[in-house]
């Protein structure tokens, strides 16, 4: 049994899947596993090898965590295919030999319908942040605009959505988690346990506590003071909608035009190479051709 946790960038994805792992859940190996750095001091926990498995993901299909309006995973060519699949098997047969385990990428919100032919027994837990906190800490990370940043936050939020509709989903919000970190845990466990998890249990109190305060939550705070102009409509009524349920239980709306025109510039910020896919089909080409010229040759030397 494993564990995906969606999320948006900086929404809380790494501290729920720390406090997943203080639950009994295995990461996998310590190397494989990112370190803390200056933006995320408390570690990302997140493996290197899924991530760079997402990164190339979307890169060869001429994409971005930035740059993602438009993925087709379906057309990712015959090779990528191929390499991605071996990732996938080799990280979940790794997983699968010492269950329960969890696996975070915010870019699982995009990729998720990619990975689920090599889960077998899957729950999503899905992690919520306030918009404007999100995007503000975006803003300071990554140099992105709010209004980006806001447009993000709800691309990531719908395709997660949509990605873990028919999937076993247990809901976490990040600020409850740094208000009240026992509670949290508790109700969490709880969720985990219904939906028919196995292996799991309550955190060490003063290991979750040591990781886990208000403070973690200070853009939270920024955004609460004000000083920015308000999320577009379509995101308040998304966050609304992910406080009080209604966002697990309604059908998934569409990205909202706002949103949707604001992604549509993204390539004058964070170019995709949306180059890539054709030079991979050339390639993946190139090499049918010399395949086939070898078997020609072999029996003709025959």
């Keep these: 049994m494993g564990l995906v946790v969606l999320g948006m960038h900086r929404s809380g994805t790494s501290a729920v899947t720390r406090l997943l792992n203080l639950m009994g859940c295995n990461l996998g190996p310590d ?16 493996r290197l090898d899924v991530r760079r498995a997402n990164d190339r993901l979307l890169g060869a299909l001429g994409r971005s965590w930035v740059d993602c309006l438009t993925v087709d995973l379906e057309s990712l060519v015959s090779s ?46 899905y ?14 990370r990554n140099g992105i605009r709010l209004a980006l940043g806001l447009a993000l936050w709800e691309h ?7 990605a873990s509709t028919d999937l076993p ?3 976490i919000a990040y600020e409850q988690l740094t208000r009240d970190p026992i ?8 969720q985990l346990v219904a939906l028919g998890a196995t292996g799991v249990h309550l955190p060490d109190r003063a290991a979750l506590l040591s990781f886990v305060a208000p403070a973690l939550d200070h853009h939270g705070a920024e955004a609460a003071a004000g000083g920015e102009p308000p999320p577009p409509e379509s995101v308040q009524q ?15 709306p569409e990205l909202s035009a706002a949103s949707a025109e604001v992604l549509r510039t993204t390539t004058a910020h964070w170019p995709g190479q949306s180059w890539i896919t054709r030079l991979l ?8 051709a010399l395949e086939q010229q070898l078997l020609d040759a072999q029996r003709k030397s025959k």
């Design 31 to 46: 190397d494989a596993v990112a370190a803390p750095a200056r933006d995320n001091t408390a570690g990302f926990w997140e």
């Design 281 to 288: 089909r050339e390639r993946d080409a190139q090499v049918a």
């Design 127 to 140: 992690v919520h942040r306030a918009p404007m906190a999100s995007a503000l800490s975006l803003r300071k």
């Design 156 to 162: 990531y939020n719908l395709s997660a959505l949509r």
């Design 169 to 171: 989903r247990a809901v």
């Design 238 to 252: 998304l966050s609304a909608a992910l406080r009080d349920g209604k966002a697990f239980q309604d059908p998934v």
């Design 183 to 190: 509670g949290t845990a508790e109700r969490l466990l709880q």
């Design 80 to 125: 990528e295919v191929k390499e991605f699949a071996w990732v996938a098997n080799k990280v979940v047969g790794e997983l699968d030999s010492a269950p329960p385990w969890v696996l975070k990428d915010p870019r699982f919100c995009i990729t998720l319908p990619s990975w689920r032919p090599f889960f077998s027994d899957l729950i999503t837990v």
